[in-house]
């Protein structure tokens, strides 16, 4: 019967967040929405399982970039999200226009696992980190913090501030 897998619940898929969609962060406000909604469930702490460079681009938007091995291990929270409530990070996220692309990433626990676990995240597109990143050793971060917060420019104020 067609209508037996809507007995399994919503499907989830683990997301791991790195930048301000976290706990206390100026995204966060969607995170809370969907997990008021049932669309996403904090899971815990995690890093990345390998390193990959954390940048702040302009307006203080923190990007991943998609470069395993250069760069620090990276901090943040795993959620489980509902499909309906990847449309909504999606839509954030700016995918449809390769601002971000949500792409597998293995992370670990941060109490000591060594067993990597499949996450997505959404990194930088590529046509935007190229060019923001020097790839010298020195600048990357490894966790988003408050500091780098207070950089933050909401997406609907960034156009006004165009010169
Ligand atoms: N939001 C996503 C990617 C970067 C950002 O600010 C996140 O928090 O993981």
Redesign the pocket.
């Known amino acids: 019967m067609e209508n037996a897998t809507e007995n399994e619940g919503p499907k989830r898929r683990l997301i ?7 706990r206390g ?1 100026p ?1 966060h406000n969607l995170t809370k929405d969907l997990i008021d909604n049932n669309d996403a469930v904090f899971l815990g702490n995690y890093s990345t399982q390998f390193s990959f460079p954390l940048i702040i681009g302009p307006y203080g ?4 970039i998609n470069l395993p091995g250069s760069g620090r291990r990276v901090r ?1 929270e795993v959620y489980a999200v509902s499909d309906r409530g990847l449309i909504r990070l999606d839509e954030l ?1 700016d995918t449809a226009v390769g601002h ?1 692309d949500r792409l597998p990433v293995l992370v670990v626990g941060n109490d000591g696992d060594t067993v990597g676990i499949a996450a997505e ?2 990194f930088a597109g590529r046509g935007v980190w190229e060019g923001l990143w020097s790839g010298k050793d020195g600048e990357e971060l490894a966790e988003y913090t408050a500091r780098e917060a207070l950089k933050y420019v909401w997406k609907d104020q960034r156009s006004k501030r165009l010169p």
Do not use: A, D, S
């Open positions: 791991f967040t790195y930048g301000t969609l976290k962060f995204n938007v923190p990007y991943l943040g996220e971000y995240c959404y």
